[in-house]
């Protein structure tokens, strides 16, 4: 079982991912910038780590992350100001990327959204622009570090009940439930066979395992 650290660790999604993870013998990790967060996010299962990303320089992010396995980001500034979207979604996630390397944790693990890329289409004038944008530049500069990394790119989230069954391909028209993504995002970390690959989907008929495996063995 690997230990794994997960930046944002209060979202609705690192909640359950947190608790799926330590469900599945893995050593849990959970950093988040509000000290309030302390107690749920220890009934996850997780150790909790109170850690501002956005406050933090590499390095700092880098201590935190000594003595992992892998990592997943599950940050996000949540919307309200392009310049805060940036600051987390694009700088403080870029700096994650070069503290892992800098801590020798080889998986990395990132949450984006389906269609995300410099290609994204985002109007500049749309409010999801400068999300876009940010994601488009962490993914990038994820693709180009030395890590072995997969991004995930679930499609619109609900906070239905998780089904555990999901559909795996571009440009699908539908949504997915955070409690599958959570799901997703654990499942990902014991298969290595997904390095290297941007995974979009949402809720489908396929077991999630079975999946990720049929991804995974293509890709070989």
């Known amino acids: ?27 849990v990790t959970s950093l988040f910038r509000n000290p309030d967060h302390v107690t749920e ?5 997780a150790t909790p780590v109170v850690a501002d990303v956005e406050a933090l320089d590499t390095a700092g992010i880098a201590e935190r992350l000594k003595g ?5 980001w599950s940050a996000g ?6 310049e805060r979207t940036y600051a987390v979604d694009r700088d403080a996630a870029i700096r994650s990327i070069d503290a892992a390397a800098q801590a020798g944790v080889r998986r990395y693990v990132m949450v984006s959204y389906m269609g995300a890329g410099k290609d994204h ?14 994601k488009a530049a962490a993914d990038s500069h994820l693709r180009g570090s ?19 069954r999901i559909s795996i391909g571009p440009g699908q028209d539908g949504s997915v439930s955070r409690a599958d993504v959570a799901a997703v995002a654990a499942a990902v970390v014991d298969r290595p066979a997904t390095a290297g690959q941007f995974i979009e ?3 489908g008929d396929t077991p999630i ?11 070989q």
């Open 1 to 27: 079982m690997a230990r794994v650290a997960i930046i944002g660790g209060h979202g609705k999604v690192a909640l359950q991912l947190a608790k799926d993870l330590a469900a599945g013998g893995h050593e």
């Open 41 to 45: 996010v220890a009934a996850t299962g």
């Open 68 to 72: 992992q396995d892998a990592v997943i």
């Open 77 to 82: 500034a949540g919307g309200g100001s392009a």
């Open 121 to 134: 289409g985002v109007p500049e004038d749309n409010s999801f622009f400068p999300y876009a944008e940010a």
């Open 146 to 164: 030395s890590l072995e990394w997969t991004i995930l790119g679930p499609s619109a989230l609900t906070d239905d009940p998780g089904t555990g």
């Open 201 to 203: 989907f949402i809720n």
């Open 209 to 219: 395992a079975e999946a990720l495996d049929s991804v995974s063995s293509s890709q």
